[in-house]
């Protein structure tokens, strides 16, 4: 048997001197000072440590023949640390190995000696022993799709990759991409997601390759149509080649389609180590920030052929094209509002054709109320009152072409009407009134509001829940830790909608610190994921109690003044959906705010 090691862009004095402490401890093993395993030589598996690589080089490459002096100079060994040559003189080490199709045994035997733990590159067959793995690697999946439902190729890919023994803990967000190098071909989706697996690579790569197999794609035109596409981008700290596998991806860099959903699984503050080693990864001494920048960044989005985009009612909506308006039904004796309005079916029905030919987008329904104080009803009296409306509404011609939203916290209802045909669901809760939730909406693959609120609404205004250091800081926070249970349940980023809850657990000043403050609430939740403070923002400000007590207005209904200026000051804040009882005149203030939106993004990139 026999081991080797390469040492890609070393000098070739530094290979020649590895090589011969291998051949050290070779012979070492050979002549039994170090145990074998019985049927063979164990391979000798080379792994960079810190400490000053030449110091150590002489101790080792006199090894004495024997065990004591072995057990040494291994010692040493373990401190050895490879400069990089980089132009940029990056401090990018990595080790090397190559083991030549050795059984998994004698592997194990060699790591117990030279107590190897992991490797920062490997070369290796694609049949090599060194996909025995114990430990869980940080692996990062790209996604693709243009053939069939490609939505539900995702969806399937995803829970094959989780009995595959690939744990999903990060997804990034879903962009519909123009075919490259091939063009002649309908558009792709495209998404990434980051996962822990004890999968070595190419076993890796051989469980993603049946996925692929079991979805339906066959050998056919590189770069051509497929139903799904699963590409390994990173794989822990390691650089892997071999015949069959080159991980990072040499052409990934290139690729907008594929850096803008890595991006997604980052955030502005680098979790880990591996992360790190992603970033080096790149040769760019800003690491994926940079390449991503020089790429064209965020100004790529909505252009060149590349728009973020949300999976909801068989088709995908682009956010970023326009704010759009949800007009709330209450179905409820004691919403705050208008309460009582709306009870009988007819009534709903009428309000709901008012709201559509006003300029809804989106009709909001919801059966229970949620203002302080409001005692809560049974899941069996919400659907009583929930599901002949909706039922009515689902069957109007004018709601073609519009969405269904519903207003819940409880799973069961969400379940309910999403089989009656809503459409998303808008949880004031963010799942802490019913532990159900994340895994219901989960199965049920809809879009999900994710609202922020401390308590419950009999809770939510006590002086406790009321404390605030720094409100957008903090609801950013909690926000973000709700969102991230959402993210390990299932669903998926791409599929949630998030609200900072204004008039939930606020008070006036903090309403208002959030008005403006929508882009530092971004910022915060960055540091932690990129793909969750790019999530479209709903702002739900309307006839608020905080506008009566600034401009001197007890009724509701004498609000709707001060709800538009709240809603432009939202939307020209960064907020894409506003939740609103009228619907005519905020569609008025939500076109002129999308208009000077899109005139000062025209006049900044004139000038660039």
Not at 207 to 220: F, M, N, S, V, Y
Not at 372 to 396: D, F, G, T
Not at 460 to 475: A, G, P, R
Request: net charge neutral; with cysteine; glycine share 6%.
């Amino acid at each position: 048997m026999v081991a080797t090691y390469m040492i890609k862009d070393y000098r070739n004095k530094v290979e020649s001197e590895l090589t011969n402490i291998c051949t050290d401890i070779m012979a070492l093993i050979d002549e039994n000072l170090i145990p074998s395993c019985s049927g063979g030589v164990p391979s000798v598996i080379f792994y960079k440590m810190k400490g000053n690589y030449y110091r150590y080089l002489a101790k080792i490459k006199y090894v004495d023949k024997r065990k004591e002096a072995a057990d040494q100079s291994l010692k040493a060994y373990q401190h050895i640390s490879l400069q990089s040559y980089s132009k940029t003189e990056a401090s990018a080490q990595m080790g090397i190995l190559k083991c030549l199709g050795l059984p998994r045994h004698q592997v194990f035997t060699a790591r117990k000696y030279l107590n190897v733990s992991s490797f920062s590159c490997l070369h290796t067959a694609q049949n090599s022993s060194v996909e025995a793995h114990s430990q869980d690697e940080d692996v990062v999946i790209a996604l693709g799709s243009n053939v069939g439902n490609r939505v539900h190729n995702f969806k399937e890919a995803l829970k094959m990759m989780k009995k595959s023994g690939i744990q999903v803990t990060r997804h990034a967000c879903l962009y519909e991409t123009a075919p490259a190098y091939i063009t002649d071909q309908p558009c792709f989706i495209n998404s990434a997601v980051r996962a822990v697996t004890k999968l070595g690579p190419h076993e890796l790569l051989a469980a993603l390759k049946r996925i692929e197999k079991d979805l339906g794609r066959t050998d056919g035109i590189r770069y051509g149509p497929r139903p799904i596409d699963l590409d390994i981008l990173f794989y822990g700290k390691y650089k892997v080649r071999s015949d069959i596998l080159n991980i990072p991806h040499e052409r990934i860099w290139e690729r907008p389609f594929v850096i803008a959903p890595l991006m997604d699984l980052l955030g502005s503050a680098s979790d880990n180590d591996t992360v790190a080693s992603w970033h080096a990864f790149s040769s760019h001494s800003g690491g994926l920030y940079e390449l991503w920048e020089k790429l064209g960044g965020e100004s790529l989005i909505g252009q060149e052929g590349i728009c973020r985009v949300m999976p909801v009612a068989n088709g995908l909506l682009d956010w970023s094209l326009r704010t759009s308006v949800m007009g709330i039904l209450n179905l409820t004796p004691d919403s705050f509002s208008d309460g009582g309005n709306f009870q009988s079916v007819e009534s709903a029905v009428s309000q709901v054709r008012s709201m559509i030919s006003e300029g809804a987008d989106i009709i909001d329904i919801g059966a229970q109320s949620t203002r302080p104080k409001a005692s809560r009803i049974s899941v069996e009296e919400e659907l009583s009152r929930l599901i002949p409306v909706l039922e009515a509404v689902k069957s109007m011609p004018e709601v073609e072409g519009k969405l269904i939203s519903v207003d819940t916290f409880y799973s069961d209802v969400a379940s309910e009407a999403v089989s009656r045909g809503a459409h998303l669901i808008n949880d004031v809760s963010a799942g802490q009134l019913d532990p159900n939730m994340f895994k219901v909406i989960a199965d049920l693959d809809v879009p999900y509001v994710a609202m922020h609120m401390r308590g419950d609404p009999c809770t939510m205004q006590s002086s406790e829940n009321l404390k605030y250091d720094d409100v957008c800081k903090e609801v950013s926070s909690e926000l973000y830790s709700r969102v991230r249970q959402a993210e390990l349940s299932g669903i998926p980023a791409w599929r949630i909608i998030i609200d900072p809850g204004i008039g939930f657990s606020k008070k006036t000043e903090d309403n208002l610190d959030i008005l403006t403050g929508l882009p530092a609430i971004r910022a915060e939740i960055a540091k932690s994921s990129f793909a969750i403070s790019r999530a479209p923002i709903l702002i739900g400000p309307s006839r608020k109690r905080f506008l009566g007590d600034i401009c001197s207005r007890p009724s509701a209904v004498e609000r709707d003044p001060a709800t538009i200026a709240s809603i432009t000051a939202g939307v020209l804040a960064g907020a894409n959906i506003v939740r609103v009882h009228n619907v005519k005149d905020n569609c008025d203030a939500v076109k002129l705010c999308d208009a000077i939106l899109k005139h000062k993004h025209s006049a900044m990139k004139s000038r660039q």
